[in-house]
């Protein structure tokens, strides 16, 4: 019997799941559902070089016909049906063995928000944004987050006019303690951007933006990126747990309330050992999860390679891709497994990052250090990436 996965979410978690699964051996059917019309792509540049119009996508360049995925694009969920084991699409319905739920987050909106008010989540919302950004614009942020920071950047190199408003008192709430985001101030300052804390907006108009405290800004553009939470609504009355915020409540493996069900990515939550609470966190290292992946995921199909004695705890995050760093004893290759030694260009399981610098994963008793230059399209798989790694024992 054929078995297939089903991947539910064409963004960085979904591609690294379906690359992790081939690079592992998986044989059977493989299915990246993607609700947009693009291939998929690193979300971050959508904020910089493709706003700023120094690149016209941000796309990931990997042969998925080579690797044997279907990518059924421009097909958003709309059910699932854990009984079936079916997800049901806006075209189709797809049958599983696997289903692995990586939809990622929802930008949120303000009450009475117009359709004219621009949000950045998508290509498709950059691409609109950058053409709204004409020198002179009188330009409106509401959110002084990371968002809101890195579009008031483009936009005052642009020649626009901005001004960003933020509810809370400082800039970065949530992200940063207070004492911190108000050093944010003076940058905000020296980019002349006009900063105002402490105050939310109370209504929209066709030219103009109302704050609380009775302020009328003019606007010709106005971006709101006040943040997002997970993209689960379709899920409702499929059984999957969701937690209080909406983010699918996975175990410490990322099964999402069955055997044969996964979740990774900005829209789950997964216990924390070390902070002893369950943990949601939108960040680009965060969707490399399914490198942590362990056997129940990847055994169906599979042709494992050499054995490789883990130990410790699985890491929900998978590895670091911070500079130097070195990951959890497992990240290597999360499913218990390692290539032939010495790998020639890539590390066990094929782990990769978009760092630059000097990565380390550690699979016991094995060290592999992996060292590249920044942009080199490490992520992409196959033959593109030309890192080399150098396997070394350790001395404890």
């Keep these: 019997m054929v078995q297939q996965i089903v991947v539910v979410g064409a963004g960085l978690a979904g591609m690294q799941t379906v690359l992790a699964l081939r690079e592992r051996g998986y044989q059977g059917r493989l299915a990246l559902v993607g609700a947009e019309p693009q291939e998929p792509y690193d979300r971050p540049p959508l904020s910089k070089d493709v706003l700023l119009g120094k690149a016209e996508h941000s796309r990931f360049e990997v042969d998925y016909a080579g690797l044997g995925v279907d990518l059924l694009l421009g097909q958003r969920a709309v059910a699932l049906d854990t009984a079936a084991r079916s997800v049901r699409t806006e075209e189709q319905e797809l049958g599983y063995d696997r289903l692995v739920l990586a939809t990622g987050a929802r930008p949120l909106t303000l009450p009475g928000q117009p359709s004219s008010a621009h949000l950045l989540r998508t290509h498709a919302d950059a691409v609109a944004l950058r053409a709204a950004l004409r020198f002179g614009a009188r330009v409106v942020i509401v959110g002084a987050g990371w968002i809101g920071a890195e579009a008031a950047t483009v936009a005052r190199q642009l020649g626009c006019r901005v001004t960003v408003v933020e509810a809370a008192a400082t800039p970065l709430p949530g992200a940063l303690p207070s004492e911190l985001g108000e050093r944010m101030r003076a940058w905000y300052a020296q980019a002349g951007v006009d900063l105002r804390t402490g105050t939310g907006v109370s209504g929209f108009s066709a030219d103009a933006v109302r704050l609380a405290d009775g302020t009328v800004l003019p606007a010709d553009v106005v971006l709101v990126g006040i943040g997002a939470r997970p993209d689960t609504g379709w899920l409702e009355g499929s059984g999957i747990p969701l937690d209080p915020r909406g983010a699918i409540a996975a175990d410490d493996r990322l099964r999402a309330g069955a055997e044969e069900v996964f979740a990774v ?132």
Excluded: E, K
Aim: net charge positive; hydrophobic share 25%; aromatic share 8%.
């Design 265 to 396: 990515g900005d829209c789950v939550s997964f216990p924390s050992a070390r902070y002893r609470t369950r943990l949601t966190v939108h960040h680009w290292d965060n969707a490399i999860q399914a490198r942590g992946w362990r056997r129940p995921m990847c055994s169906a199909g599979t042709r494992p390679t050499t054995r490789c004695p883990t130990s410790g705890r699985s890491s929900s995050a998978g590895w670091s891709s911070t500079p130097g760093s070195t990951g959890p004893a497992t990240s290597c290759c999360g499913a218990g497994t390692r290539t032939p030694s010495p790998p020639p260009t890539a590390a066990p399981g094929g782990a990769r990052c978009g760092c630059a610098g000097t990565c380390r994963w550690r699979c016991w008793p094995w060290t592999v250090r992996v060292t590249w230059p920044r942009g080199v399209g490490c992520w992409s798989g196959g033959p593109r990436w030309t890192a080399t790694a150098r396997p070394t024992r350790r001395s404890s």
